[in-house]
């Protein structure tokens, strides 16, 4: 059985950072890719970043180009979203995702595993 879990979530001042951790278990870690999304209330679920396996391909959306760092540690199986200089409008629940090959999509309904999300609130 596949799992994600999300933790690192919090509330943070308007230009502090947070870090977001993604456990993974019941998968090949190492070949699959694994993204970050969002959803702030009343939105759609958008996609922030992913990344392969390999860590050669990181895209970002650009509302996080330059603020955001995804990384991988497929020792550990996990996945971080390091996020810096964060905006009110960052707020959201962030999700975790996964999916099998190396294809860092930004479309969530190409992720086949979700977690359950973590929730980033950022106060101005």
């Known amino acids: 059985q596949v799992r994600l879990v999300e933790s690192g979530g919090g509330v943070v001042q308007a230009g502090g950072s947070l870090r977001l951790s993604c456990a993974a278990s019941?998968?090949?870690?190492?070949?699959?890719?694994l993204g970050w999304f969002r959803q702030a209330p009343g939105k759609d679920r958008e996609f922030a970043t992913a990344?392969?396996?390999?860590?050669?391909?990181?895209p970002y959306a650009e509302s996080v180009k330059g603020r955001f760092t995804i990384s991988r540690d497929n020792a550990k199986n996990t996945v971080y979203l390091q996020m810096n200089s964060l905006k009110p409008e960052d707020t959201a629940v962030y999700y975790c995702?996964?999916?099998?090959?190396?294809?860092?999509?930004?479309?969530?309904?190409?992720?086949?595993?979700w977690g359950q999300g973590t929730q980033v609130t950022v106060s101005s």
């Open positions: 995702a996964a999916r099998r090959g190396s294809i860092p999509t930004p479309s969530g309904t190409e992720y086949e595993y």
């Open positions: 019941g998968l090949i870690f190492s070949r699959t890719t």
């Open positions: 990344i392969t396996w390999g860590s050669g391909t990181t």
